[in-house]
């Protein structure tokens, strides 16, 4: 493979479309996925929340993060989704969370999303 991605290099641009019909991501190509937009989180029954955002191209999951709003604690993970959708549990009714949301390619993550807040029922 590593021969191919060589060849490859020396006969397109690193930003060469071609580069993805061999099953590879072109060389130029930001590998970062950007911060997740749009994020939207609304209670649901169980004490629940869902959480939504715009896809993001680069990401291959989305880390969902959750903050009891008054709690002394810092962001915890909550959920790892493999779509820009994500069922938010272990609260109790009342409680106001804030959420964020990372976008995630491999080893790298986007910069957290601003926190959206929303209360369980």
Not at 10 to 34: E, I, M, V, Y
Not at 45 to 69: Q, Y
Not at 96 to 117: F, K, M
Request: charged fraction near 15%.
């Amino acid at each position: 493979m590593r021969g191919l991605i060589d060849r490859l290099s020396g006969l397109l641009s690193g930003s060469d479309s071609r580069w993805t019909q061999f099953g590879l991501n072109k060389p130029d190509a930001p590998a970062t996925p950007a911060v997740p937009q749009n994020v939207h989180v609304v209670a649901t029954t169980g004490h629940n929340l869902m959480a939504t955002c715009d896809a993001e191209p680069l990401a291959t999951s989305f880390r969902w993060r959750v903050k009891i709003v008054g709690a002394e604690t810092e962001y915890e993970l909550n959920a790892t989704t493999s779509g820009p959708l994500a069922l938010l549990t272990g609260f109790t009714a009342g409680q106001n969370v804030d959420v964020t949301c990372e976008a995630v390619n491999g080893d790298s993550a986007s910069v957290a999303s601003a926190p959206v807040q929303a209360t369980t029922t």
